[in-house]
């Protein structure tokens, strides 16, 4: 305790993050914000309220700028008292705030009607524990609303005091966990606090399994041992017999708690950071309930689970209690797991641990076969070096019917294109654009694709317009990884509405687990949540920051970049849906398996030449070229150029008119004579294709009449 208490006076630390003053004492932590002047904005008579620095967030049924504070509390330091004071108060002026839009849960529409106020300075997350740091979410409220006024403050202080206190049973000191806290937080410095211990890891990986899958599993410990990770085994029947995996209280003494015990005694013992899940989840079937989820409540402000016939809807299996090892995610010990801190009956605080120790997947198998073929795809993605098949990423939209932007799921998977790099190749199938089958689906996968985002509607046993049965259509020897937010199509424990159970495995076991199809994906659980007339709904934001965290922080490996995923959008936890929606976005598969990228990148730059504005009669034109539209009479001459970076690698340029294939021309200039009866407005396309098989397309709206 002294080395702490000299370190900390002696740095009394002042410091500065772009408009945060942060300040450090012995028993005081002190951060100064200041704020510029909030915009106002009105649509349909609504106001809207943004603020440079802020995040828009959902609280008593309205929307409002949050700044949010995610604060490293020093080692063996707790949380004695917060106090937030506000400054320089201002009035913008009497508006009705914009309210959230609603969510849609399984077709119904979820209204919220909560008191419209937003008086407090700020809002409490709570404290988690991310491998043995204790980080503070607070959300610091820059703007109030109160009898229908806004008032914006210019500057906010927020003292945290401290008090002393046991460290957190789950830190290990490891250089590795403080570099991963390291982009959480807005203080690193208090990172220095915290002690590096000289722990040598035994081991990288753990295999939870059954005995009679032991030995099935050795071939991919062998595999994980020869790229140098060290990996082990461990059968639940061992962890079973093991007295320090057991607990005194039966509630926290089943296979789930026994099989978390020991997972957190192989965290602080080994040093392990992945866990694979080798087993199933089938509820009603003992022999495949290998690995037993356990069920966590989704308390949700608004959601009309009470009065639901069966309100077991809300009871989410999520392997996030086997990666988040802090507590016991059931303080009141009630039936209701992970309860936020309104449903916590013992204290205000959250049930969950919100930020994972380890990273889990989950292999949900049952048989020699599955075990097999897990192992083969997972495997062979690793050894994929194919560039025309790890460039391509297919972008798939339904239609969702929620209205306005959230009509088609091809607005939502458009969000997520800036995000994918230039050496990727983007191929969309979009309702919104033409009606795809899964005929087309399974054709574009057969010819090999590496990532696919889809949104569309989903059952248990169906998902991307497939049932399991359909999975057979794929015959592809090149996998890929599916990030999806349709309904219960990764529902384990093999449930449906309402308390139902099918003997079939759930969509995404037969995908990840057949001999063909994907070799991971991340699927819901339980029903994915949209949201009415908007894409901002809680499963974009996930399945953005899913992406976000592949492309932009560079976390490639897929259990780790889905945990990030969660803990990006902690702060916005108590949002409507938004606890739902993490504990349900479960991985299946390796959680070690990195994202491939393509080695060769190409460059491709194509010009639609002809036609282009103007009103063109029998291939002559443009006349008239200052309108703003193409007017085609008789047949004409579409005309392209393309070309490369580096040069030479133009493979084709191919013609299409309303996304139907006319012509593909392979030989410079590039142009085609579109000479067919036709009348009424169409789409010229033009797409550019290089030797590594990546495309970039331009296309034109015109009207044309050739008779």
Same mark, same amino acid.
């Given at each position: ?430 309702? +919104?654009?033409? /009606?795809? !089958? #899964? ?5 574009? &996968? @057969? *010819? ?111 259990? +780790?970049?889905? /945990?990030? !995923? #969660? ?5 916005? &936890? @108590? *949002? ?117 098989? #990546? ?13």
């Amino acid at each position: 305790m002294k080395k702490l208490t000299c370190f900390v006076v002696a740095i009394l630390m002042l410091s500065f993050f772009g408009g945060i003053k942060i300040e450090a004492s012995n028993d005081t932590l002190s951060f100064h914000y200041t704020f510029e002047t909030p915009q106002v904005d009105m649509e349909e008579g609504k106001a809207i309220v943004t603020l440079n620095g802020c995040e828009q967030h959902e609280i008593n049924d309205v929307v409002v700028p949050v700044k949010t504070a995610r604060i490293l509390i020093p080692y063996e330091k707790g949380i004695k008292e917060i106090e937030v004071k506000r400054y320089g108060k201002k009035l913008l002026g009497e508006y009705e705030l914009k309210k959230a839009e609603p969510l849609i849960l399984n077709g119904r529409k979820i209204s919220v009607s909560l008191p419209k106020d937003v008086k407090k300075a700020y809002e409490m997350i709570g404290v988690y524990g991310l491998r043995g740091y204790n980080i503070l979410v607070i959300n610091i409220f820059p703007v109030s609303y109160t009898n229908g006024r806004i008032y914006s403050y210019s500057a906010i202080d927020v003292e945290i005091k401290l008090k002393d206190s046991k460290p957190n049973p789950l830190f290990r000191g490891f250089a590795k966990d403080r570099e991963w806290v390291s982009r959480y937080i807005d203080n690193p410095s208090i990172l220095e606090t915290y002690p590096v211990k000289n722990v040598k890891e035994q081991y990288d990986y753990l295999i939870v399994t059954a005995e009679k899958f032991r030995q099935a599993f050795q071939r991919f410990v062998d595999y994980k041992e020869s790229r140098g990770i060290k990996a082990t085994t461990v059968t639940v029947e061992e962890i079973k017999v093991n007295d320090f995996c057991w607990n005194s209280t039966p509630m926290f003494n089943d296979t789930q708690a026994q099989i978390r015990n020991f997972i957190r005694w192989a965290y602080m013992n080994w040093g392990i950071d992945y866990v694979l899940l080798g087993g199933d989840a089938d509820i009603m079937n003992d022999s495949s309930n290998i690995i037993p989820a356990r069920r966590l409540y989704a308390t949700c402000v608004g959601l009309p689970l009470a009065a639901m016939d069966e309100e077991l809807e809300a009871y989410i299996p999520s392997d996030v209690y086997y990666a988040c090892l802090d507590g016991s995610f059931n303080e009141d010990m009630d039936d209701k797991w992970g309860e936020n801190a309104t449903g916590n009956d013992v204290s205000n605080e959250d049930e969950a641990d919100l930020f994972a120790e380890v990273w889990v997947g989950r292999a949900c198998v049952d048989s020699q076969r599955e075990i097999n073929n897990f192992i083969n795809k997972t495997i062979a993605y690793e050894n994929d070096f194919d560039n025309q098949h790890l460039m391509q990423v297919l972008l798939l939209g339904e239609y969702l019917g929620f209205g306005g932007e959230a009509e088609w799921g091809g607005n939502h998977k458009d969000k997520i294109k800036p995000l994918i790099p230039e050496a990727y190749n983007i191929t969309t199938l979009y309702d +919104r654009d033409g /009606h795809w !089958s #899964k005929s087309q689906l399974a054709a574009v &996968i @057969n *010819e090999g694709v590496n990532i696919v985002n889809h949104d569309g509607h989903g059952w248990t046993t169906y998902a991307l317009k497939m049932n399991n049965r359909d999975l057979y259509m794929l015959h592809n020897d090149k996998y890929f990884f599916l990030y999806s937010q349709t309904c219960l199509a990764g529902s384990f424990d093999n449930w449906y509405p309402e308390e139902h159970y099918y003997e079939d495995d759930c969509f995404a076991e037969h995908l990840t687990l057949d001999e063909h199809g994907a070799f991971a994906c991340i699927m819901n659980s339980r029903y994915g949540l949209g949201r009415e007339n908007s894409t901002d709904s809680p499963g974009m934001r996930y399945d953005y920051s899913f992406f976000k965290a592949l492309f932009q922080e560079n976390i490639k490996e897929v259990g +780790r970049a889905n /945990h990030y !995923s #969660k803990e990006d959008n902690v702060w916005r &936890i @108590n *949002e409507n849906g938004m606890r739902w929606t993490y504990y349900e976005t479960n991985l299946f598969g390796d959680p070690q398996v990195a994202i491939k990228e393509p080695t060769e990148i190409i460059t491709i730059n194509v010009t639609l030449l002809k036609p282009t504005n103007g009103i063109y009669l029998l291939d002559f034109g443009p006349f008239l070229s200052f309108i703003n539209k193409t007017v085609i009479f008789g047949r004409i001459t579409i005309e392209a150029a393309a070309s490369t970076e580096p040069e030479g690698k133009l493979k084709a340029v191919r013609f299409y008119i309303n996304n139907e294939l006319k012509y593909v021309d392979d030989t410079p200039p590039y142009s085609w004579v579109w000479d067919e009866k036709i009348r009424g407005n169409c789409r010229i396309g033009v797409e550019a294709c290089a030797t590594n098989g #990546k495309c970039e397309r331009v296309e034109r709206e015109v009207f044309i009449l050739n008779l």
